[in-house]
């Protein structure tokens, strides 16, 4: 339909910490590409079934980052 063009298509392969791994198949978390002034944080969009947002995230939180199909310099 109408959003098939303008959407992108996330996978819920969760998000880690540590050793742990969380909401596999329920939720995810993906990084922007905008870093924190420190380079220690960075930007990133949560979700789960129950909520979604965007965080500033400690870097060594594990989560997806998206590939740009047909990026170009």
Request: charged share 10%.
């Given at each position: ?24 198949g329920s939720g995810g978390g993906y ?34 980052v998206r590939p740009l199909q047909g990026?170009?310099?």
């Amino acid at each position: 339909g109408d959003y098939a063009s303008r959407s992108i298509f996330l996978p819920c392969a969760g998000y880690g910490y540590g050793t742990s791994l969380y909401s596999a198949g329920s939720g995810g978390g993906y990084w922007s590409s905008v870093p924190g002034s420190d380079y220690n944080y960075a930007w990133s969009l949560i979700f789960d079934s129950s909520e979604h947002g965007t965080y500033y995230n400690d870097r060594h939180f594990v989560q997806s980052v998206r590939p740009l199909q047909g990026f170009t310099k």
